[in-house]
């Protein structure tokens, strides 16, 4: 505006100077005429030295407000004196400087608000999840309050039965005492009885005793008559013989021996007569020897039976004592019982009466577990809409953030970083160690501000930031990225890599670059990759360690097709499911397990409902830190090799925490019962044949070129890490 006047006045002097000595020579050269001429020179002059004081420190005011415009606040309007410029300036030095600690307090505070919303949001999801829970098992008590009162009811039917039981069992008891009492007087009367026929068995015996020495004595006699026979038999014989040889003599002797032969023929045929009739005394007598015996030997062992009886007859009647005593003993039992059936049937009644009480209480319980149970679903609703609000308000409050700093309070420039991880996440820690760098390495002309747990929004709506130019980085996981380009799915491939350590070759080799440089035609600069960790498996059934155990699991996956594929390659049931739900899918055994990295495993507890944790490390998810491209050219070229690596520097101590975290974890996770176990290497060669078709069918969408590559760049790494 000064040089807008400043020319006009130059222009217009030289006319009016030129007026006025036409003026002076057409008037004849009159002293007023000179006189006035004079004035108005003196008059131009005075005001160019006024347009020129008024206009200079306009100029530097001008030129200083100009700053404001672009968010520079640091300025200071510089006017000397005491004049109305003068006050403006200081009026406005003064308006900066309550703007600056204005919207310092502002960005504190919203600062504050984002922090202490992004805790709250943070607990408020920890409580839903627990009033989730709660919600849950008070349902599950409300139903089980229910079924309570129904077995309550069907147990006060049951307790009206069993009193009515107690009273006939008291009145049995007493049938049975009375009966009991006869048993025991008549096992008396079968014991006397049992004495009785002992005695009369043991006279029996004795008698069959005499009987069979009477027998044997009687035998002996026997073989005396025996011996008898046998004699007269010899005496017959001897006389037969003798008759003979008379016979003989007396025909030598003729006539004279006839007579002596008629005796001896006598006496022979009197001793055949004799021997005929000792030889029937001998049968009678064998006859009778042989019925003797059989006698001996009936008695003999009617003796033996009647000891067998006596003895028996023994055992009987002390069995008879020993069952007169246990009688006795059941007796005295039998009334304590009937005294007890008796109280039992006082205590019967007693329970009918309390267990109608509890049937009545159990009503109520089931009644108020149920208005409980609503009550908690409620109660949930609102914990998720404080979660909710919580969340828009440190969105808000992010965005505030954001809205304050296109102003400049200080000489630093701070550059902004947002992902939707939490302040307690690896991420975290790999951008602070990025902003102490950065800080150090710029001698504080950069600072680094971290907006976490997605307090600019979604992974989606920080990276449109990026596009539009009003955030500087975001740090996405590969599968946000894979919305934009399907090559960033290339490492969700299953078990690409064997280890740590070749993961760390391929990410930071030239491969790595190159997928970081497919960024520039969305806008952005591709910084640096980050780890995230290998996923693992957990489940509830049994340990995996080979490809049969996977068959028949029902496993929760992301909605990601390629994951997908690859569960029911492994013979498994994937089953697609949003993560908050996740916990209480395992709790209810809708699902058998899951595959996470260790650290969210830890961090979110399901080691309470998972046994068994298997190092599968079948994918491998890494992170990108991608600047705006825009932003990105206007940064000077030579900050710009500092940035990168303070960026990269950054995401190595990532990989750094997370490795240690996994660590800690595991321990932690072995002591809280889980049981930790690994995959064989011939498991693994075998797991990866039965997976390679699912990697063939995905390459035409990834890019087989792509794809390839990323082998090649694998073995190139299995072989320098042998």
């Known amino acids: 505006m000064k040089e807008k006047y400043m020319k006009l006045f130059f222009v217009l002097s030289p006319i009016l100077v030129l007026i006025l000595l036409m003026y002076i020579i057409l008037s004849g050269f009159d002293v007023y005429s000179v006189f006035l001429t004079i004035g108005v020179l003196l008059s131009c002059s005075f005001n160019l030295i006024l347009l020129y004081r008024i206009f200079r420190p306009l100029k530097t005011i001008s030129e200083q407000t100009s700053r404001m415009k672009d968010g520079d606040l640091t300025v200071s309007l510089e006017c000397a004196g005491n004049n109305e410029l003068g006050k403006i300036a200081t009026s406005i030095n003064s308006a900066l400087e309550y703007l600056r600690t204005l919207l310092g307090l502002v960005t504190n505070e919203a600062a504050e608000v984002s922090k202490k919303s992004v805790e709250i949001a943070s607990v408020s999801d920890g409580t839903s999840r627990d009033i989730r829970l709660i919600s849950m098992a008070v349902a599950e008590l409300a139903s089980g309050a229910q079924e309570t009162g129904a077995i309550a009811q ?3 039917s049951k307790t009206d039965q069993v009193s ?3 009273k006939s069992t008291a009145a049995g008891l007493e049938s049975l005492l ?13 014991s006397e009885a049992i004495g009785r026929s002992r005695n009369i068995v043991n006279e029996i015996a004795a008698t069959a005793q ?12 026997s073989q005396e008559v025996r011996e008898i026979i046998k004699l007269i038999n010899s005496i017959t014989a001897q006389t037969n013989l003798l008759a003979l040889n008379a016979a003989i003599e007396a025909a030598r002797a003729g006539e004279q021996g006839r007579g002596f032969a008629v005796v001896a023929e006598e006496v022979r045929e009197l001793a055949n007569r004799s021997r005929h009739a000792a030889g029937q005394i001998n049968e009678i007598v064998e006859s009778m020897l042989s019925d003797i015996g059989h006698v001996v030997v009936a008695f003999e062992t009617t003796q033996e039976s009647l000891n067998t009886g006596v003895h028996t007859i023994t055992e009987a009647n002390d069995s008879f004592a020993d069952i007169r005593s246990d009688i006795e ?3 005295n039992k039998l009334q304590e019982v009937t005294l007890l059936a008796d109280n039992q049937a006082e205590a019967a009644v007693d329970l009918m009466s309390t267990v109608h009480g509890v049937a009545a209480i159990a009503e109520q319980s089931a009644a108020a577990t149920q208005t409980a149970a609503v009550s908690s679903e409620q109660m949930t609703v609102s914990v998720a809409q404080i979660a909710n609000g919580t969340q828009q308000l440190s969105r808000l409050a992010g965005s505030l953030e954001q809205a304050v700093f296109r102003f400049h309070f200080s000489n630093t420039k701070t550059l902004r970083v947002g992902f939707e991880m939490t302040d307690k996440s690896v991420c975290y820690a790999g951008m602070e160690k990025f902003g102490q760098i950065l800080h150090e390495r710029t001698q ?9 747990s997605a307090q600019l929004g979604t992974g989606l709506d920080m990276i449109q930031k990026l596009k539009e130019g009003t955030l500087e980085m975001t740090f996405p996981a590969l599968p946000t990225l894979a919305g934009l380009d399907k090559r960033f799915m ?6 690409l890599f064997r280890n740590e350590n070749i993961a760390d070759y391929i990410l930071h080799g030239p491969f790595a670059r190159k997928l970081l440089n497919m960024l520039d035609q969305y806008g952005f600069y591709g910084l640096t990759f980050a780890e995230s960790g290998f996923r693992n498996t957990t489940n509830s059934r049994h340990a995996i360690m080979g ?3 996977f068959r028949g699991l029902k496993i929760r996956t992301m909605q990601n097709d390629l994951h997908i594929d690859t569960w029911k390659a492994l013979g498994a049931e994937p089953v697609p499911l949003p993560f908050a739900n996740l916990y209480n899918a395992m709790r209810l055994k809708e699902v058998d397990g899951q595959e996470n990295p260790i650290a969210t495993i830890y961090d979110d507890k399901f080691f309470e409902v998972q046994k068994f944790l298997t190092l599968t490390n079948h994918v491998y998810s890494p992170f990108i830190l991608m600047y705006s491209k825009k932003l990105w050219d206007i940064v000077p070229v030579e900050d710009k090799p500092i940035i990168e690596q303070a960026a990269k520097e950054g995401a190595l101590y990532t990989t750094k925490v997370n490795r240690k975290r996994k660590e800690d974890n595991l321990q932690a996770l072995e002591r809280k019962g889980m049981s930790i176990g690994q995959i064989s290497p011939m498991e693994i060669a075998n797991i990866q044949e039965v997976v390679k078709p699912v990697i063939d069918r995905y390459k035409n969408q990834i890019g087989k070129e792509l794809v390839n590559e990323l082998f090649t760049e694998i073995k190139k790494a299995e072989e320098k890490t042998v």
């Open 164 to 166: 009515e039981l107690a």
């Open 178 to 190: 009375q009966i009991t009492q006869q048993i025991v007087e008549s096992v008396h009367q079968g």
């Open 490 to 495: 290339i490492f969700d491939f299953p078990f």
């Open 154 to 156: 069907n147990a006060a």
């Open 547 to 549: 490809l049969e155990d």
């Open 444 to 452: 504080g002309r950069y600072s680094l501000k971290i907006f976490h």
């Open 329 to 331: 003993k059941s007796r």
């Open 210 to 221: 005499y009987n069979v020495r009477l027998g044997g004595e009687l035998k002996g006699k």
